[in-house]
């Protein structure tokens, strides 16, 4: 099932954050990538939530995908040794759901049959711990991020698709509209959603694929393509990374995992570094901040993206959007009161916000951020 | 005894065309060109370096191969029949000069470049920005940062020191001796002008070139000849030579007629002497010798330039670079075995050694698998022809390339090998005044600065064909090169997928 192939792929995306910590259910974030219908292909789509798990915030959630059976008794093998399972179950889903505006459900768009959603893996999804005497010399946070890549890249026929604590990653093949109404995203509230909709240029039919990109709490969400791939792979494998997707969007996930937990790098500053700024305008800037710009370009090279793109990047705290060094993709963004947008296209806020407070379009290589209040929990 | 050699060379007049103006017979310097009421060529002294041909106002002069100076023979060619009559009639080893020139497999000529199409935009390098700048020296694995005060991000982490490039294409070690005054002075005004490198080889560094000290990379070889305090501290960076592509192994001998007064300060030996470089450093016989010199050189320049260290390619290279790194060294510089010298044996030149491209790729990959790439630049030389070269080297895994043959041939270099003579026409490798006078310095400057200029704007159509616009991310992305014809484990070593696969 899984893709041997590489795929890159064209998007739509879609980020919406209450920073004073307001809940809200999936229906806004399904409107607003609905609106860009056009920008997907029925290949891919997902979002990612934060804030979803108040009851299980202090646990792991892991969000799994299981080719059958078998994949899911090899994979609970491992987690049993790995972690306690507080709680195991099946994701809530419709099967057969359709999202009910004009944008979709064309059934002539997903070939015989009206079903949008078709072949979905099992989709489990564990509540764990993880025992102190099994982590060893390596923090905790360091042992998860080890036991899921020893998953993916190791357990036939399983996929990990989140692994962060109070948030989760929804998604699959289909328009993304369908796959919120699949995964009964209206019956979620979360402070953060980002949501993403995908025309990849090929037929991949693989769950795993989908946006977002998830490694503990971080997510990505990803609009466009990473010419820059081949290095920044070989940069992180040596830190252990192990790039088994086949897409260029799993890099960021990883950089971010490397830059801001491992190399204790600032959000913001990890941004600048994935999109450095030009020389001539580095030359050019106050002693101090030169000194830290010469010194990421020289150290990161490997960490720099290029290529077109625009990403949210989600995290427990927040979320960032950020585009390419000469933008070469779409992004907007806009606040009302707490309240921050982030969207490939303006339409997509608009129709989910009417009354805003502010709309533009950031630079080139400057990050947006949101950033959750600090008395939220 | 008399020579039985056929001459290798057919120089021909064109009588009605030539004019009698004497300018072939004053520019062969190897007794080519007689007069007596006419030009009358000696073809055994020709050595083909068109020197004669490029500057006879008539164009009345052509150069051909002697064809049938040898019956055709498959097993038996010609040059294989002359070096047999040579050493028969000498008893000597042959010597050759520059590269090796045998019809090994070129790989670079089987790799092949990506490009975007549709799902990525190219980007046209005349309209956005495109970054060639890169840095040498040890980087740390990563980066710590403070807030002072008033909330500010500063950096902590404090760098080793770091050698900028505009270009990452820097002129190769050749030394005083080797080369010219005029060839270095060519070189050093060049790389100043273009922001790159010139590197003094092993022969000391004139001090007419010290203004240039912040484009010069000044060698320590195992000759140590013109190494003195002063010199140490007149540079961007200093170089360890262990080894050279063209004679891995091998030392090096430059005779004492080329020893005058100018030679003889530079390199602190008497007038007339033979300078002798031994093949080993003779205080370099393990890993933690070479680490005590890195750290010696270290100690002497207060820390403040990054020391390289150069070998040649051979079979074992990725662990020695491996060693190298581990010793202290900032910058490693693999030199593959089509580099080139002013003298070697040719045994050596056209038989020890392994490529670059594999050598580089070995490296590369090998520094990452320990988890050690970020220690040291990793430089790339040995017989680089063009910016399409020097891409893919980078792509690769080299942080800089090196042009040694082709910086020669853009200030008149014809590659005749005959750098060992002494007697170079264009007064590249020569110490003879009349000869030297040959090489402006300001117009060797300016083609060699036109040549870097030249590559850089083609390195940046092909950064933006790849849709990215900066150097480092393509150095290292092996997932941007394909194969052409190459065999299965060729594109394993090289890490890259033969032509025709995607992502």
């Not at chain 2, 050698?163 to 294409?169: A, C, E, F, G, H």
């Not at chain 2, 207060?302 to 662990?319: E, G, L, Q, W």
């Not at chain 2, 090169?481 to 992502?503: C, M, N, S, Y």
Request: glycine fraction near 10%.
């Amino acid at each position: 099932m899984r893709c041997d192939c590489y795929i890159p792929s064209g998007c739509s995306i879609s980020g919406i954050i209450s920073e004073s910590g307001k809940r809200l259910d999936g229906n806004a974030i399904i409107r607003s990538i609905a609106l860009m219908h056009d920008r997907a292909n029925g290949l891919g789509g997902g979002f990612a939530a934060y804030g979803v798990y108040p009851r299980h915030a202090d646990q792991y959630a892991l969000h799994m995908m299981f080719d059958n059976i078998e994949a899911k008794e090899r994979c609970e093998e491992r987690f049993k040794d790995a972690f306690d399972i507080v709680l195991d179950e099946e994701m809530p889903t419709r099967p057969g759901g359709v999202y009910e505006e004009e944008t979709s459900g064309r059934s002539a768009e997903y070939g015989t049959g009206s079903q949008p959603i078709t072949d979905p893996p099992i989709l489990w999804r564990y509540f764990m711990d993880v025992p102190e005497d099994k982590t060893g010399f390596v923090s905790e946070r360091e042992y998860v991020v080890e036991k899921v890549m020893q998953i993916n890249s190791g357990v036939e026929g399983t996929f990990v698709a989140s692994s962060g604590k109070n948030m989760g990653a929804f998604k699959g093949v289909g328009y993304p509209e369908d796959i919120g109404v699949f995964y009964k995203l209206d019956e979620y509230k979360a402070y953060t959603w980002t949501a993403h909709g995908r025309f990849p240029t090929n037929t991949p039919g693989w769950w795993g694929g989908a946006h977002p990109f998830c490694l503990l709490d971080w997510s990505i969400v990803h609009n466009g393509e990473i010419s820059s791939y081949g290095i920044n792979k070989r940069y992180l494998e040596p830190f252990g990374y192990k790039l088994e997707l086949r897409t260029d969007t799993e890099v960021v996930a990883y950089l971010f995992d490397l830059l801001v937990r491992r190399h204790k790098m600032p959000i913001e500053l990890a941004t600048k570094t994935l999109a450095a700024p030009f020389w001539k305008d580095i030359d050019r800037m106050p002693d101090r901040e030169r000194e830290v710009a010469t010194a990421i370009r020289q150290v990161y090279g490997g960490a720099l993206l290029n290529g077109p793109f625009s990403i949210i990047l989600g995290h427990s705290r927040g979320m960032v959007g950020f585009n390419d060094r000469i933008k070469l993709r779409p992004m907007t963004c806009a606040r009302k009161d707490d309240m921050l947008y982030i969207s490939s296209e303006e339409s997509a806020i608009w129709e989910i916000a009417p009354d805003l407070d502010k709309v533009w379009s950031p630079k080139a290589g400057t990050p947006v951020a949101g950033v959750l209040d600090e008395e939220v929990e | 005894m008399t020579s039985e050699l056929p001459p290798e060379f057919i120089v021909k007049v064109d009588h009605d065309r030539c004019r009698r103006c004497k300018r072939c017979v004053m520019s062969c310097s190897f007794g080519g060109m007689q007069f007596t009421d006419k030009v009358v060529p000696e073809h055994r002294n020709c050595v083909a370096c068109q020197r004669c041909a490029t500057f006879c106002p008539e164009s009345a002069i052509a150069i051909t191969r002697n064809e049938l100076a040898y019956k055709e023979n498959a097993n038996w060619s010609p040059e294989t029949r002359q070096n047999i009559l040579k050493q028969a009639e000498t008893g000597g080893m042959l010597l050759a000069g520059m590269g090796n020139p045998r019809e090994y497999q070129i790989i670079w000529d089987h790799l092949v470049i990506d490009a975007c199409q549709v799902t990525n935009p190219s980007i046209d390098p005349l309209r956005e920005p495109m970054e060639l700048r890169t840095y040498l020296g040890r980087k740390p694995e990563h980066l710590e940062f403070s807030v002072d005060a008033n909330g500010e991000l500063e950096l902590a982490t404090e760098l080793a020191p770091q050698v900028k490039l505009d270009v990452p294409i820097i002129f190769a070690a050749m030394s005083y001796g080797a080369v010219s005054l005029n060839t270095h002075r060519s070189l050093a005004m060049a790389a100043q002008k273009s922001g790159s490198l010139m590197n003094t080889g092993e022969g000391g560094l004139h001090t007419d070139l010290y203004p240039y000290s912040e484009n010069i990379i000044v060698q320590v070889a195992s000759g140590r000849f013109g190494v003195h305090s002063e010199y140490l501290n007149t540079c961007a960076m200093v170089e360890i030579k262990i080894g050279q592509g063209a004679k891995p192994g091998i030392g090096g001998h430059l005779p004492g007629e080329k020893v005058g007064e100018e030679i003889s300060k530079t390199r602190m030996i008497p007038v007339g002497t033979d300078a002798l470089s031994p093949a080993p450093h003779h205080d370099i016989y393990s890993i933690e010798d070479l680490s005590q010199l890195i750290y010696a050189i270290k100690e002497a320049t207060d820390y403040t330039k990054p020391v390289s260290v150069k070998i040649s390619a051979v079979h074992n290279v990725a662990a020695i670079a491996s060693g190298i790194v581990r010793a202290g060294a900032d910058i490693v510089t693999i030199d593959g075995f089509r580099g080139g010298t002013g003298a070697t044996p040719m045994v050596i030149r056209d038989h020890v050694g392994i490529p670059i491209e594999l050598a580089l790729a070995a490296v590369d990959q090998r520094l990452r698998d320990e988890g050690i790439r970020n220690n040291a630049s990793l430089i790339c030389a040995g017989g680089l022809r063009s910016s399409g070269d020097v891409a893919k080297a980078i792509a690769l895994g080299a942080d800089a390339t090196i042009i040694g043959t082709a910086a020669l041939v853009a200030i008149g270099c014809r590659i005749c090998q005959k750098c060992y003579t002494g007697n170079c026409a264009w007064g590249i490798a020569t110490q003879k005044p009349e000869l030297v006078r040959r090489l402006d310095p300001q117009v060797g400057a300016m083609r060699l600065s036109n040549l870097l200029t030249a590559w850089s704007l083609e390195l940046k159509e092909v950064l933006g064909s790849l849709g990215v616009n900066s150097i480092e991310s393509l150095r290292g992305s092996r997932e941007r090169l394909r194969g052409v014809g190459l065999d299965e484990q060729t594109l394993k070593l090289l890490g890259i997928k033969p032509a025709g696969i995607g992502q």
